[in-house]
């Protein structure tokens, strides 16, 4: 194994592990497997009451946008988290690549995203009794694998920020509600203001949402990949700009000494 | 006359603390706004639009709620981990006395989300400010504080006892919006909700307010507020006297 790979695999399981030191399954059941559900509850029961949707287009909504909890908080306690354990300076001197280092700590949370999301709306869809087509389970499972990724993406510049910001959690939840507001995932992207639905295509989720209830209505994965395909670059356009913001952010904190003061 | 003074510096002190702090200002205010947004598109959009007040209202007291659990919850664990908690106890005053301002400060503290969904909704979604008995919602509105402070009190004196209360705080702020219908309406509920409902000071609180702003008969669930804080007071009394009387037999005061 070549040492980029080894750092990409091996540095990114071995950090996620880090992660579970505190997050324990006292912590994430409650946290990521069943808060899940009390939100797409919450928003059916809403939906229901405004008579706007169906259970089934708030089950695939916030099953998939919950994907940004573990996305967003992840990522940005890979930076955060070391910081505090006083390894931050040890990681950032070291000769290791810095693709293969940022992007290999991504991989698990892209996972676990994933899995989150999948749990949520497989949870969803008993509670509420909303039916998917057996055909469109898989496609589906790529789909929220997808979103998972380009939420990390996002993550990833908000792992960069994390570099500048001491209390990044506030600005994950802050972001966490926006992606609850624009991404279509409560309220359809056609009844959002011009300027808030037009936004919301360079967002996560919203393309992954959009393929998900269309696939869940029938459609085939080939009928969605104009959809998926976005979905990817967006990721990759946020993964990109997040990578870059690293880069500049370190080499910022290295030339000011300010790399444990943020 | 002394405990009066204790309790209010104590809540001026704690309110002007929390309001310091980010996190608490994006769940008493940031985090209100994003969900009564949501609720204002969601019923515009709909098949039928309710009451944009009833839906800024029902925001504002999820702001209260999340402030309530969030800060009161981890009430005790906080003196925990700033080394405080031995000084809060051995003081002359009851332990209660010292922390009822804490947990109610934490309840203030959601006022700041009432104040900010009707300013939002007003400003940005055309939500009228007009109350139909204004004097009943003055009253109304410190007693729903009240009763969700003191429902803090019972928070944070059982929360202690589970060693993540963080992770128990996250997930007790969605069902708990839920089940006290403050964007839904209970009717819409399975009828098992009731009773959890009828429990929890947040259902009284929020029907005061709608009943005062919108029009109906806001005196009994006044009333119900007041009536539930006693109890709460009550169960919160009881609930710290066992956790002290546990913490200096096992010495585990400083033990997180």
Known sequence: MTVAARIFFVGGVTSFRALFYWLTPWIYVPSLLVGPIFQI???????????????????????????????????????????????????????????????????????????????????????????????????????????????????????????????????????FGFLLIFTGANVPLDSLPGWMSTSAQGMPFTHAIVAARRLADGASLSDVGGLVGAEVLVGLAYGLCGYALLRWFEAQGRRYATLERA | MRIARLLYMGWAFHL?????????????????????????????????????????????????????????????????????????????????????????????????????????????????????????FVVALPAAVLALGLLGLVLASTFVLYRHANALSNLLEYPVWLVTGLLTGLALLPGWTRPISWALAPTWGVKALRESALGGDPAFPVAMSIALGIVYLVIGHYCLRYFEKLARERATLAIA
């Open chain 2, 16 to 136: 002007k603390s929390l309001t310091l702090s980010g996190f608490f200002i994006i769940v008493s205010v940031i985090s209100p706004v994003i969900f009564a947004s949501i609720a204002y598109l969601m019923f515009r959009a709909g098949a039928r639009p309710g009451s944009l007040l009833f839906v800024a209202i029902g925001a504002g007291m999820m702001g209260i709620w999340s402030a309530t659990l969030f800060g009161s919850g981890g009430a005790i664990q906080w003196q925990r981990w700033q080394g405080t908690l031995e000084y809060c106890i051995a003081v002359p005053p009851a332990f209660i006395w010292v922390i009822l301002p804490l947990t109610i400060a934490t309840a203030t503290i959601g006022l700041y989300s009432l104040t900010s969904t009707l300013v939002w909704g007003w400003l940005f979604f055309d939500v009228p400010f007009q109350l139909a008995h204004p004097a009943w």
């Open chain 1, 41 to 175: 509850l919450l928003f059916a029961y809403i939906g229901r009451s405004a008579h706007l949707r169906s259970d089934e287009f708030y089950v695939i909504g916030n099953a998939i946008q919950y994907a940004a909890i573990p996305c967003l908080f992840a990522m940005s306690q890979m930076i955060g988290g070391e910081r505090y354990q006083g390894t931050l300076s040890a990681i950032l001197v070291s000769p290791a690549g810095r693709i293969p280092l940022f992007f290999g700590r991504s991989m698990p949370v892209v996972i676990n995203g994933a899995f989150v999301a999948a749990v949520a709306l497989a949870l969803g869809c008993l509670i509420l009794d909303v039916r998917l087509p057996l055909s469109s389970i898989a496609p589906i499972a790529l789909v929220v694998l997808i979103a998972a990724f380009s939420c990390t993406g996002l993550g990833l510049i908000n792992a960069a920020i994390s570099l500048r910001l001491r209390e990044n959690a506030v600005l994950t939840n802050v972001i």
